[in-house]
Every structure is written in structure tokens, then in C-alpha cells.
């Protein structure tokens, strides 16, 4: 761990028409069971962001918009 943090803004693709498997984060409850699998964000079944381009966006500049 190199203390890295930052923010993740997930809010506008996850209604946007390329949302996939990502649309169901829409449902706050689902949103909120957020957690790391082996240093990446995960929900329940199986959704995760790839770690790698999260940590290297959020290097660059602090948040990562997707």
C-alpha cells in the first residue's frame, strides 16, 4: 500500500445506455455492498472495476470518471 486515495465517479455511467452490467449499481442498496476483492471494487455478482486503471487515473488526477 503507497496510501493512494481518491474518488471514483461512477454516477453518469451508470444510466447511460452503455451502463451493461453496471446499471444494476443504480439501486442504492446494491451500490452501498461495495467492497475489495483482492484490490479490486466489487459488488455482489461479480461486478468489479480492474484495478490497474482505477489506481493509475486516480495517480494522475485524484478522481477517475468513467
Known amino acids: ?17 452503455r451502463a451493461g452490467v453496471f446499471a444494476c449499481l443504480q439501486d442504492q442498496k446494491l451500490f452501498n455492498q461495495a467492497f475489495l476483492n483482492y484490490g479490486a471494487l466489487t459488488w455482489p455478482g461479480e461486478i468489479d472495476l480492474a484495478p490497474d486503471a482505477m489506481y493509475e487515473e486516480i495517480r494522475e488526477k485524484g478522481t477517475w470518471v468513467l
Open 1 to 17: 500500500m503507497d496510501g493512494l486515495w481518491g474518488r471514483i465517479d461512477l454516477s453518469q455511467y451508470i444510466i447511460s445506455p
